[in-house]
């Protein structure tokens, strides 16, 4: 099995950083539940992730985590931009 833990110092803010995350988009779950429920979903879905992804780096800290919060976070960002530029079904700008 190869080993791809990382022991990264930055690992405990990152999981501080996710959970804060997860908390700025659960209260407005429900609004974006009843204006446009993909959205809401995704919210839920992103708020889990972070949830998840914080508690696992704490515990485990490999590298595969870190790729897999990057890219969450990533998407989470471009989802943003996206929004905020060309604007998505359902939702008002």
Known sequence: MVNTAVKSPVRFVAAALLV???AAHVPVIGDHLSEAPYIGVLFVALAVSCVTAAVLLVRA????LWMAVLGTCGAAVLAYVWSRSIGLPEIKR
């Not at 800290?61 to 595969?64: E, P």
């Open 61 to 64: 800290d490999d590298r595969r």
């Open 20 to 22: 804060s995350a997860a």
